[in-house]
């Protein structure tokens, strides 16, 4: 399943990778400043209130630093220009990055599972926490909210589904902060257990979004095909193009946010191979400008006229 929510329709105007890597660069040290915050309140305040739930939130907000230092590593790297031993560029850093992501995630999710397990074993062991974890689960959960949608609207300007992965991150954390709170409810009410099973809950919901995580980032890096919208629409493109009678064989593979294409270009046969060659240079230059592609190969086939075809007419010579 691809979790990544889809971008707008693209655009003329893309970013370049330098500005790219900047907008991540920018966000996501503003997401380092209020996980290092929030770290620190949530678990001191836990250890304090004797909240296990509350220090399970911020053993989350201390994953979601530590993969926010992979992030920028990541963006770091993936705005190389392309050399000798990296002719399509270092694009996969990007999901090699949210690999990683999903990698913390499950094994956070399972190390508070196993913790909270623990706990449940014994019930009797559980304590009544005070009322102030209770207001910090609940600024926790409004400053994670607001983070998610900045980062969120970063992420689909600059069009990085690694940004998007650590929006969501941070949107994991504000729906894990919402438990941990119905928890701190319920065990302020006289139900103490509630206070672990809530911490069992946000183990379960961490690791279910790791797992998806770095399901999808491994999917990419076995050259995954685009959607098939996005494949409908580059065809759409070639086919406008003037001399292009039909398209076949039109394969593609992600590499990072970028996507990279094969297609044959049906042209008509008598045409000269620098009548050809014009055809193939505009319908590379039609896809790159207006969808997100790092490169596209094209062999030209003959094409012949039968009856009913519709005929585009051929580029000026």
Request: hydrophobic letters at 50%; a negative charge; charged letters at 20%.
């Amino acid at each position: 399943m691809n979790i990544t929510p889809p971008f707008d329709e693209p655009e003329d105007d893309e970013h370049s990778p330098a500005e790219r890597a900047a907008a991540a660069s920018r966000s996501t040290w503003i997401s380092v400043w209020v996980n290092l915050v929030l770290t620190a309140v949530q678990i001191t305040a836990g250890v304090m209130t004797k909240s296990q739930a509350l220090v399970a939130d911020g053993i989350h907000s201390l994953s979601d630093l530590v993969a926010d230092f992979v992030v920028l590593f990541a963006s770091h790297h993936a705005k190389k220009d392309a050399d000798e031993d990296h002719p399509y560029g270092h694009h996969r850093y990007e999901t090699a990055a949210s690999l990683v992501l999903g990698g913390l995630l499950l094994a956070v999710g399972v190390g508070m599972v196993w913790s909270a397990a623990q706990k449940l074993q014994h019930p009797e062991a559980a304590q009544t926490v005070h009322i102030a974890a209770l207001w910090v689960a609940g600024g926790t959960l409004v400053a994670k909210e607001l983070l998610f949608r900045y980062m969120l609207a970063v992420a689909k300007r600059v069009r990085s589904s690694m940004l998007v992965a650590n929006a969501w991150h941070a949107r994991s954390d504000a729906a894990s902060s919402l438990v941990v709170g119905l928890g701190l409810i319920g065990n302020l009410a006289g139900y103490p257990i509630l206070d672990p099973v809530a911490a069992l809950i946000v183990g379960f919901m961490v690791g279910k979004m790791g797992w998806e995580f770095g399901w999808d980032a491994l999917h990419d890096l076995m050259d995954r095909a685009a959607d098939d919208e996005e494949v409908a629409a580059i065809r759409a493109t070639l086919l406008e193009t003037p001399g292009v009678r039909g398209v076949h064989d039109l394969h593609t593979r992600k590499m990072g946010d970028m996507i990279v294409v094969d297609a044959h270009l049906e042209v008509d046969a008598e045409l000269t191979i620098e009548a050809g060659h014009d055809i193939a240079v505009e319908a590379r230059h039609r896809v790159m400008q207006r969808h997100r592609v790092l490169n596209l190969m094209t062999h030209l086939d003959p094409w012949q006229k039968h009856d009913g075809d519709h005929v585009t007419p051929p580029l000026p010579v």
